[in-house]
């Protein structure tokens, strides 16, 4: 990458964002970014890994000046995103989940050609660019037809080819899979790393709350849960640092509660989700095979059992066992784009 290596790609400093809703006296404060702090240096493909509502969106609209922090300080190579916003701007691709930030009447061709404009771009440099970035993601054959016909994982690859028609140093990737069929999801990860990062050398932030994509992709994860950072290593070293061996899974019929079962010997720690009336039950143990017994005693004599698994933890089970909030949950009421506007 060009430029200085030295200087961090992307510095986020004490960043709150607060929401507020309602009104009157039953008016309540959001803080759906608090005290975010974490640094991205060049080149680096980092991962902000957390449940749906946990902040991720709000922290990166506020880094591509979309939102106004309540407090903190935002850098992109060395800049304030306030001080000088054109600046940061100009080095800054955001690309974002949301299938309706394109024109769907326009032809992909079209959509770039205003986008482009929007830029500065303009000419023969603009339509370069433009047949480059087709190319590059497989578009150049439906170039011209519009963007309604597409399917979700075609309008995602217009979406990014949007991101990078300035050519910005620093992505920052909202969700970039969500809502993908497999295909289109594995095809959109293997471009981010491979061509993205890889071959052109850019600095990515990768917002996601598949933990699978995110210790596929990302060299670095913070963790967020309610607004706030509560870790930053590599996946490995998150895996590693876990202080135990194996996670039991237990699925059950109905409704259980995980407290009935921290009586038990040799369990460190129990967390209980349900869904469509079952019951996942994770038990955290040295070794899953000394509590087994005793565990499937507790949960038969109460409910049937729908399965047992003993698995190696995974970036998700980190998460359980730092925060006791599963991935898949939503940490706030509502989600927070909801206090975006």
Same mark, same amino acid.
């Given at each position: 990458?060009?430029?200085?290596?030295?200087?961090?790609?992307l510095?986020?400093?004490d960043?709150?964002?607060?929401?507020?809703? &309602?009104?009157?006296? @039953?008016?309540?404060?959001? +803080? %759906?970014?608090?005290?975010?702090?974490?640094? *991205?240096y060049?080149? #680096?493909?980092?991962?902000?890994?957390?449940?749906?509502?946990?902040?991720?969106?709000?922290?990166?609209?506020?880094?591509a000046?979309?939102?106004?922090p309540?407090?903190?300080?935002?850098?992109?190579?060395?800049?304030?995103?306030?001080?000088?916003a054109?600046?940061?701007?100009?080095?800054?691709?955001?690309?974002?989940?949301?299938?309706?930030?394109?024109y769907?009447?326009?032809?992909a061709?079209?959509?770039?050609k205003?986008?482009?404009?929007?830029?500065?771009l303009?000419?023969?440099?603009?339509?370069?660019?433009?047949?480059?970035?087709?190319g590059?993601?497989?578009?150049?054959?439906?170039?011209?037809?519009?963007?309604?016909?597409?399917s979700s &994982?075609?309008?995602q @690859?217009?979406?990014?080819? +949007? %991101?990078?028609?300035?050519?910005?140093?620093? *992505?920052?990737?909202? #969700?970039p899979?969500?809502?993908?069929?497999?295909?289109?999801?594995?095809?959109?990860?293997?471009?981010?790393?491979?061509?993205?990062?890889?071959?052109?050398?850019?600095?990515?932030?990768?917002?996601?709350?598949?933990m699978?994509?995110?210790?596929?992709?990302?060299?670095?994860?913070?963790?967020?849960?309610?607004?706030?950072?509560?870790?930053?290593?590599?996946?490995?070293?998150?895996?590693?640092?876990?202080?135990?061996k194996?996670?039991?899974?237990?699925?059950?019929?109905?409704?259980?509660d995980g407290?009935?079962?921290?009586?038990?010997?040799g369990?460190?720690?129990?967390?209980?989700?349900?869904?469509?009336?079952?019951?996942?039950?994770?038990?955290?143990?040295?070794?899953?095979?000394?509590?087994?017994?005793?565990?499937?005693e507790?949960?038969?004599?109460?409910?049937?059992?729908?399965?047992?698994?003993?698995?190696?933890?995974?970036?998700?089970?980190?998460?359980?066992?730092?925060?006791?909030?599963?991935?898949?949950?939503?940490?706030?009421?509502?989600?927070?784009?909801?206090?975006?506007?």
């Amino acid at each position: 990458m060009s430029g200085d290596s030295t200087v961090p790609a992307l510095e986020c400093r004490d960043v709150v964002k607060q929401f507020r809703r &309602g009104r009157g006296f @039953k008016k309540k404060v959001i +803080r %759906a970014v608090d005290g975010a702090t974490l640094t *991205l240096y060049p080149g #680096e493909l980092f991962g902000l890994l957390g449940p749906n509502g946990a902040g991720k969106t709000t922290l990166v609209r506020c880094i591509a000046t979309l939102l106004i922090p309540d407090a903190g300080t935002i850098r992109v190579l060395g800049h304030d995103v306030f001080k000088d916003a054109l600046f940061c701007r100009q080095q800054i691709g955001l690309l974002t989940s949301g299938e309706r930030t394109l024109y769907w009447k326009l032809s992909a061709r079209d959509n770039l050609k205003f986008f482009a404009a929007l830029y500065g771009l303009t000419g023969k440099e603009r339509d370069k660019r433009i047949e480059y970035l087709l190319g590059l993601l497989g578009l150049q054959e439906v170039a011209n037809e519009r963007l309604e016909r597409y399917s979700s &994982g075609m309008k995602q @690859k217009v979406s990014l080819a +949007r %991101a990078m028609l300035h050519d910005p140093k620093l *992505l920052l990737l909202d #969700e970039p899979t969500l809502g993908l069929d497999p295909q289109f999801g594995r095809f959109i990860r293997g471009f981010i790393k491979e061509e993205l990062n890889k071959k052109q050398g850019k600095t990515i932030l990768l917002t996601t709350h598949y933990m699978d994509e995110a210790d596929e992709l990302c060299a670095r994860i913070a963790f967020i849960n309610q607004g706030r950072i509560v870790d930053i290593k590599s996946p490995e070293e998150y895996k590693r640092d876990i202080p135990h061996k194996e996670i039991l899974k237990v699925r059950c019929l109905g409704q259980f509660d995980g407290e009935l079962l921290k009586g038990v010997s040799g369990i460190e720690r129990v967390s209980a989700e349900f869904n469509d009336g079952v019951t996942t039950l994770n038990i955290v143990a040295e070794r899953a095979e000394m509590v087994l017994s005793e565990v499937i005693e507790a949960v038969r004599a109460r409910t049937r059992i729908l399965g047992v698994d003993v698995q190696e933890p995974t970036l998700e089970d980190v998460f359980i066992y730092m925060t006791g909030t599963s991935l898949g949950a939503d940490t706030k009421e509502e989600h927070e784009t909801q206090y975006q506007d």
